[in-house]
């Protein structure tokens, strides 16, 4: 059964360090996301992408973070000048077009800031 | 904001018994999806429901959606020692062209032999 695939599975890294998060969404799938889990809190939404842009963002998502999809197939996230408060555990997700919401979710990488 | 609220927090059973965890909101969700996540993993989705009032069910599990889409129920039949876990529900919200989700604090289930 297909499904999202995240690497590094953790990073460890230091504080004002840029970090690049990957994700292989599922092939077919058209919508993307990311979402970030700090230990112990709800799973927070950060951005979604589509056609190649931006389609919405939360407050969390501010200009230390960026999307791109180089390529047909990985999808990043890249966090600039990493803080303290940016450990969590991040989650990228994929779903279909069109149709019910629904989002397949990675594993994630745990994201340690020290 | 839209905000899903779960109960309960917590819920400790025997094997065999039933329970119902709840997901509530004073929003309109376009659908509702349910998660089971393990520790240090992602969640897993089970079940996507989308129409109000609409009842899925998956071996032991039935899901509702409510009638005016603000909230949803997660029934287990005969709770087994694998049910243990932590349960999300996530709403979609209704505008927008792709679809976020807003996620509950989750329900940890534990069931005990």
């Known amino acids: 059964e297909p499904e999202v695939t995240q690497t590094p599975s953790h990073q460890v890294t230091q504080m004002g360090q840029e970090v690049i998060l990957r994700c292989v969404p599922i092939?077919?799938?058209?919508?993307f996301y990311w979402y970030r889990q700090i230990l112990g809190q709800k799973v927070e939404f950060l951005v979604s992408f589509y056609n190649n842009e931006i389609s919405e963002k939360s407050e969390i998502f501010d200009d230390q973070f960026s999307v791109e999809r180089p390529d047909g197939s990985n999808f990043t996230l890249k966090i600039r000048s990493t803080k303290l408060e940016d450990s969590a555990m991040y989650f990228c997700?994929?779903?279909?077009?069109?149709?019910?919401?629904?989002?397949?979710f990675g594993p994630g990488t745990r994201l340690t800031v020290l | 904001t839209q905000l899903l609220e779960q109960s309960p927090q917590f819920l400790s059973i025997q094997e065999g018994e039933n329970l119902t965890v709840y997901c509530n909101s004073s929003s309109v969700f376009s659908s509702l999806q349910w998660y089971r996540q393990e520790p240090g993993e992602g969640p897993v989705l089970l079940v996507t429901v989308v129409t109000g009032g609409e009842v899925k069910k998956l071996k032991r599990l039935t899901f509702q959606f409510g009638d005016a889409r603000k909230d949803s129920s997660l029934h287990i039949t005969a709770a087994q020692p694998g049910d243990t876990g932590l349960y999300l529900c996530a709403g979609a919200k209704t505008s927008g062209s792709a679809r976020q989700l807003t996620f509950g604090s989750g329900t940890q289930l534990t069931v005990l032999p």
């Open positions: 092939s077919n799938h058209l919508y």
């Open positions: 997700a994929s779903g279909l077009a069109g149709g019910p919401e629904t989002q397949y």
